[in-house]
């Protein structure tokens, strides 16, 4: 073996290259290598994420197509169709209607033509170009060709690029709202929710049709969707504004151009199958205040306006007047529906199922509370005022009981009226706690007598200023249900669930287009309570009479119950001696009255007796007032003249008469006794004061004093 020479050295081997040295600074990814530019880079984002833009190019074409749709129009179609709609109101009116049709006919002329000019423009340039490009296409070869194609292309990329504002609100978006259908209604969401919009018809997008209000999200949206709807039905409409988001559906104010907002409500029934709401689902309003709008309601299928309103408030015994208003119910859009009934005169009309009781029970809850009223229940069929009863005082439910209180409150309200003057009153009597007012609900009212009607219809002429008032309820607002053409001359009319002609009836014969529409409310079944105790009501004190419709509290029987029993322990209200004394120098009406011959024989006995408060009380079942028995002197001259008469044989005996007829039957104890002492010791029994006796002791109509009466008080 050898040895290589020492001149011929192997390099070493090694696997790790030896390291260059450390460089010092930032490290750039493409360091050494070209870069291009950024914005290149963008732009080449830009196109794979827009798909090359094949999208724009075809949204540019369909706008292109668009605009030259809205060219060839030209708004020529909605000026045919208000001109059909002028045709359509002016039905009735020849001269109008041939006008109005004449300008139907020139309108579509002036589209014929405006159509056949645009068609022959679009078709001359449309050869004069097709001839160029033709021409282009077959001379140029291909590069011209590919160039014609990219400025095509170009042209629908340029009128179809996204509009920045729109870009913008995309990148903020209002938060969404959900349909109608889906909408939960809370508690404290009874308002307004949403903000404002206002759009007239002049903004209203030519491209479109009438669309269900479920589809409406937005303000917006729903200023559109009402606009479509209105015009669709050939509602003259202007504008729609104020438009609200509630917890229960829409509300916005709709302004019409001509005429009145009637138009809107002759065709509610026909918005709502455009709308795709339930009946009763679109509710309009007009303004007074406002002649050409109207507050448009529209309810979501299943939706309670009045799920969140506020419940009934606690009202302690005697805590209030009758001249206060007290709450009884909420309206539509979330106002309280406050009432006083001081001398105001009532009707509630509702069907069966419609809730009257409720609406009566709401009433006499408020009236029973105060401190200066008396509250009377009358009731011919029914139980009247039912769970209340407690803090009534008196209920009347036969035909005996309810004439008899009827005359006692129209004479008092005539005795009065003589009596005001005196009592330095005015021109209407002054409710205070010494002189009370009294409030008389008569429910079932068709059922009563025809004695109880007239009385009643009396009643309501003269008991408003004299502090008496009569709320009356029936299922009918006709005369076929009250007997006599009333309900109008009535100032608070409260009308639920009901037919046609009751609405017409109560609020007269153009209420319906006015918007009061009670009619279209449904009454209660045993299983759905549906609109019983829904109302439009009219006459309130201190409140305008819109057509807006109402819901009154319902209270629970138990609740109530509970109220009646805690105002009858702080004890009830008493009438004023003033009026009782007054009613003795008031001359009955004839038709009470009994019958005589010439020679003073009976004839025909009277229909009703006026008694004294006490005796009214007894006749019925009411407890009498405190301290009211009679005792001594008192209650023997009442004992002694009844046997008095029965030994005689006669019903009545004249004042003078009867004092000497006591003297004779017992001198001791009457020998001094005159007929003014007689008069005092009846009143302190609760006699009362001489009535009239008809014919007898050759006078043509003495007064006296008749037995039943005095018998009555033993």
């Known amino acids: 073996m050898t040895t290589a020479p020492h001149s011929i050295r192997q390099p070493s081997l090694s696997i790790v290259k030896d390291q260059p040295e450390p460089v010092e600074g930032t490290v750039v990814e493409h360091q050494g290598e070209s870069v291009k530019p950024a914005w290149i880079e963008r732009a080449k984002d830009h196109v794979l994420d827009n798909s090359l833009y094949a999208p724009w190019s075809a949204r540019g074409y369909r706008n292109l197509a668009a605009r030259w749709l809205e060219a060839y129009r030209d708004d020529h179609p909605q000026m045919i169709a208000t001109a059909k709609a002028e045709r359509q109101a002016a039905k009735g009116d020849s001269k109008a209607e041939d006008d109005a049709h004449d300008q139907v006919w020139k309108r579509r002329k002036a589209y014929t033509r405006h159509r056949l000019i645009h068609l022959g423009k679009t078709a001359g340039w449309s050869v004069a170009g097709a001839a160029g490009a033709t021409v282009g296409a077959v001379t140029g070869g291909l590069w011209i060709d590919l160039a014609m194609a ?22 903020a978006p209002t938060p969404p709202v959900p349909p109608l259908s889906v909408i ?62 509630l917890s229960w559906g829409w509300q916005c104010v709709v302004r019409v151009s001509e005429g009145t907002p009637e138009a809107i409500i002759k065709v509610a029934g026909d918005l709502e199958t455009r709308f795709d709401l339930a009946a009763n689902g679109v509710r309009p309003t007009p303004l007074k205040e406002r002649r050409a709008c109207a507050v448009l309601r529209l309810v979501d299928r299943g939706a309670d306006p009045f799920a969140s309103a506020p419940g009934l408030p606690y009202r302690a015994p005697k805590s209030t007047s009758i001249t206060d208003k007290f709450r009884i119910g909420s309206s539509v859009g979330g106002d309280p529906l406050e009432v006083s009934l001081a001398g105001v005169m009532g009707l509630v009309v509702a069907t069966t199922g419609g809730g009257k009781t409720g609406i009566l029970q709401a009433l006499a809850e408020g009236t029973t509370a105060c401190y200066d009223n008396i509250t009377i229940d009358l009731d011919p069929h029914g139980d009247g005022l039912e769970d209340l009863h407690d803090a009534v005082r008196i209920t009347a439910r036969t035909n005996e009981q309810i004439e008899a209180v009827l005359l ?44 109880a009607k007239r009385l009643a219809f009396e009643l ?13 309820a029936s299922q009918g607002g006709t005369k076929l249900y009250l007997g006599e053409n009333m309900a109008q001359m009535i100032a608070l009319k409260a009308v639920g669930p009901c037919k046609v002609g009751d609405t017409r009836a109560v609020f007269g014969e153009g209420s319906v287009n006015e918007g009061w529409q009670s009619h279209r409310l449904s009454p209660a079944t045993d299983t759905d309570p549906k609109d019983a105790g829904h109302i439009y009501i009219q006459g309130v004190p201190g409140m305008p009479d819109e057509p807006i419709e109402y819901k009154v509290h319902e209270v629970p029987s138990a609740t109530l119950r509970t109220l009646a029993t805690e105002r009858l322990e702080a004890g009830l209200v008493e009438p004023d001696q003033d009026s009782l004394d007054a009613m003795a120098g008031v001359d009955l009406p004839e038709y009470v009255e009994a019958v005589y011959d010439l020679e003073g024989n009976l004839k025909k006995e009277a229909p009703v007796e006026l008694l004294t408060w006490e005796q009214l009380l007894k006749l019925c079942g009411a407890e009498p007032p405190v301290g009211s028995s009679v005792t001594g002197l008192a209650r023997k001259v009442v004992a002694d003249a009844t046997d008095l008469m029965y030994k005689a044989g006669v019903d009545r005996m004249r004042t003078e008469t009867l004092v000497a007829k006591l003297a004779e039957y017992d001198p001791g104890a009457y020998g001094d006794m005159t007929a003014e002492s007689l008069k005092e010791l009846f009143a302190e029994a609760g006699v009362g004061k001489p009535v009239t006796l ?15 009466v005095l018998a009555r008080r033993l």
């Open 694 to 708: 008809g014919a007898m002791d050759g006078l043509t109509n003495p007064r006296g004093f008749k037995r039943d």
């Open 150 to 171: 990219i400025a095509a292309y170009t042209t629908g990329i340029y009128h179809g690029r996204p509009d920045p504002d729109a870009a913008v609100e995309v990148a």
């Open 184 to 245: 939960e209604q809370t508690d404290n969401s009874f308002g307004p929710e949403d903000g404002q919009v206002f759009m007239t018809a002049d903004q209203l997008p030519e491209c479109g049709s009438p669309f269900p209000i479920a589809q409406a999200r937005t303000s917006q949206q729903l200023a559109e969707c009402v606009l479509r709807a209105l015009i669709a039905e050939g509602v003259p409409v202007a504008e729609v504004s104020d438009v609200i988001r």
């Open 408 to 451: 006692f409150f129209f004479t008092l309200s005539k005795a009065r009226a003589r009596l005001r003057k005196q009592l330095g009153m005015g021109r209407k009597w002054k409710v205070s706690k010494e002189h009370p007012h009294f409030t008389i609900f008569f429910d079932e009212f068709p059922k009563a007598s025809d004695l």
């Open 460 to 472: 309501l002429l003269v008991g408003r200023k004299e502090a008496v008032a009569l709320e009356i």
